[in-house]
């Protein structure tokens, strides 16, 4: 009976003591939580380079764009020229192309890049009817998925396949019904690629 009254008397302490604990701060228990370090986010940063300018033959320096957590992000890349190709925006484009289409090296997939444009697709010179500094696509720039045509109108824009340095590409299809459009690459279009579409206006 005397152990039993002295429990109660216990019992009845620790419950007048938890209110006192609390309102010092002090919790009467405790829950972990440790839940590990914070992720890490992938660099998305390679060295820089200077693009494409009117040299002679041999190689050349360039950037194109890759897709890299879901934003464009610049690589450096090099193609090769021969004497006078430098200035022809035709060949030039064809070049990058196939560094975008090309398998991203293993530095640059170790950084977290990807390219979503697929082998196979060309790039040729206006036709008859087309202003002097449209590029046509062998598939319509529609049929892209976005994180293509958004690599390939900042890599074009930012680069010597353009008549000017102004952020702006024109872009067709593989024929004269395919409408012609100019791009232009934003850094709304580099920040969210796989969401904001292109912004571009058609052509008369």
């Known amino acids: 009976m005397r152990r039993n009254v002295r429990l109660l008397g216990l019992l009845g302490l620790l419950a007048m003591s938890s209110p006192l604990l609390a309102g010092c701060g002090i919790r009467p228990t405790e829950v972990p939580t440790d839940f590990g370090a914070a992720p890490t986010r992938v660099g998305c940063a390679l060295s820089g380079s200077d693009e494409v300018g009117a040299q002679a033959g041999g190689e050349f320096p360039v950037q194109v764009y890759l897709v890299c957590t879901s934003q464009l992000v ?22 990058l192309l196939d560094q975008l289409e090309a398998a991203p090296s293993g530095e640059e997939k170790s950084a977290g890049y990807t390219t979503d444009v697929r082998s196979g697709l060309k790039v040729s010179g206006p036709l008859t009817d087309d202003p002097t500094d449209a590029l046509r696509l062998s598939t ?48 709304a279009l580099k920040a969210r690629p796989g969401l904001l579409p ?7």
Do not use: M, W
């Not at 610049?74 to 070049?95: F, K, P, W």
């Open 198 to 204: 292109a912004p571009s206006k058609t052509l008369p």
């Open 140 to 187: 319509a720039p529609d049929d892209l998925s976005p994180y293509a045509l958004a690599q390939i109108v900042c890599t074009f824009a930012n680069s010597e396949a353009t008549a000017e340095d102004d952020d702006h590409v024109v872009l067709g299809g593989p024929t004269a019904a395919a409408p012609l459009r100019e791009y232009t690459c934003t850094d």
């Open 74 to 95: 610049t690589v450096d890349r090099t193609i090769t020229l021969e004497r006078g190709q430098s200035s022809d925006r035709v060949v030039v484009a064809r070049e």
